[in-house]
């Protein structure tokens, strides 16, 4: 009779272990190889990073999304502008909208990614001293195209944090209260990241959501506030190219 | 064989087994999220949970692409078989996999929020009316669901419980699973790699598992001729010792027709464990011996020598003109019916 395998009784393997054994073995190297080869093509996540423990004074801009305008400074002749967030998947406009214009002192944890600079975890205490109000320098209208993301994870929290694979994730830190930034595939005066809002400088609608996470293309008119873009624009309209 | 529930019935086929397969599992892991990076080009290293996602999410891929290979794969080459005794540890050992990778997704992208973890997941991408952008998470859910109810039902307890047809149907189901995960790699992880080396390489997955279905589906025999109700089977000599043919039945199961001693009986080919084909087992010590499992029966009667108590429903045959004939109404299982004596 010719060799038939028992599961329980291992001797009945014999006849065909060479065969098995050089499947195993192949599977084996196949699966390694194939991590590999997947492993290392990974798409390039970008630059974005951890930048340290942050304590800063300034004055805070609440719309669209809190921003924190720093006096100008050597590096920043116009002055510097960071993007504000809570812990975690949630915004500070709380916070912000009750010091809008005000001189205070945040502190949080820092993260930048090319023009973002963006601090998390934050907590505002109001601070004695001057509180100019920020210049908003308009930079005309533009028809962009790019991707719309939250700008807590796209400034290097999570890596990638774009893309179709992060949609989601996008939209719950926008619906949070998470900056949306756009990430434009051209700079525009300068600066590939711009913050978002609607055509009438507040935050985006609730139906930002089908728009997120993939190349679109919109019309708007782009503010400078210090040194951050602010694309003003109606998301509803956006159109995939 | 069973006369008694264990939690694992483990023996030394079912330890190399699951040895191997863990070694193939911990390579591929240990390969892609400690080995791979030193070849990417990127400007920092992805995120840990994101490589995590990567690592595990595709290793349950392969995982289940090769599940689905060695059903055809034994049918077409019977070396291997091994590979399918203990197919259910490569079940649940995928689905281990497949819910390391979900949950390094849910806690990443889904948690941290203001809104339940679930609810986030279950609202956080509600364009269902676009492609670009689907929310393949439901893909996902579905078929992690899929995996886990396998998993879950995989013992002998459920095999039992809902009985081989009905147990065997719910496990079909891990085609519709492997369509969902299809989906959802296709919607989410392929759309956003700027590489198309996954997508050359879930192709290549998805023709193999449907070549050699559609090959192994090609393997059947043709039905026989009748005679006066009964269905001719072919020559005995066409029946090696110790091995079976199939017997293609009109509207039901095929029938199992075992040569040993010099004697033919006639069993249905659907073994009572998990409905795996006889008629590619073989008589050993006397009894029907299953290829999936090694369960046994007596050739005369169906039945499982004690204390087992597995039952086939057995058939009656006889000669004519030198031909093997089938009576395809089926006896009670369990049913003695004296074995042919060829000439």
Known sequence: ?241 | MSARYLPVGWNASKLVYDGVLLAIVASYIAVFLWVAPHFQHVTLPLDAYSARMGAFGTCAFFLLTAILCIGPAARLDRRFLPLLYNRRHFGVLTCAVALTHANAAFEWYFSYSPLDPFVALLSGNTSFRQISGFPFEVFGIFGLVVLVLLAATSHDFWLRFLTPPVWKSLHMGLYAGYLAVVLHVALGALQAAHNPLLAVVMTLCVLMVGVLHLAAGRRPARPGDTIDGWIVAGRADSIAEGRAIAVPVPGAEPVAIFRHDGKLSAVTNLCAHQNGPLSEGAVIDGCITCPWHGYQYRLADGCAPPPYTEKLVTFRLKFTDGMVLLDPSPNPPGTYVEPLRVA
Request: proline share 7%; charged share 15%.
């Open chain 1, 1 to 241: 009779m010719s060799a038939f395998f028992v599961g329980w009784h291992l001797a009945s393997i014999r006849p065909w272990a060479g065969f098995l054994g050089m499947v195993c073995g192949c599977a084996m190297v196949l699966f390694a190889a194939v991590a590999l080869a997947l492993g290392s093509v990974a798409s390039d996540p970008g630059g974005g990073d951890f930048s340290g423990e942050k304590d800063l004074t300034g004055v805070v801009v609440a719309a669209p999304y809190p921003l924190l305008v720093l006096a100008p400074d050597a590096e920043h002749p116009t002055g510097h502008a960071v993007l504000l967030s809570g812990g975690g998947k949630v915004g500070i406009q709380v916070q912000a909208d009750a010091l809008n214009g005000k001189r205070v002192r945040a502190t949080g944890v820092g993260f930048k990614r090319g023009t973002i600079d963006m601090m998390v975890g934050v907590q505002l205490q109001p601070a004695e001293g001057p509180s100019p109000e920020p210049t908003v320098i308009p930079l005309g209208v533009w028809r962009l195209t790019g991707e719309i993301c939250d700008g807590k994870c796209e400034s290097g929290i999570m890596r990638p944090g774009n893309g179709l694979s992060h949609k989601a994730c996008a939209n719950v830190c926008i619906s949070g209260g998470v900056p949306p930034v756009f990430v434009t595939t051209a700079p525009v005066e300068g600066a590939s990241f711009l913050l978002m809002g609607d055509a009438q400088g507040r935050a985006l609608p609730d139906a930002f959501g089908d728009h997120t996470g993939m190349l679109q293309r919109m019309d708007g008119s782009v503010v400078r506030i210090a040194d951050v873009a602010i694309f003003r624009t109606d998301v509803t309209a956006a159109v995939t190219p």
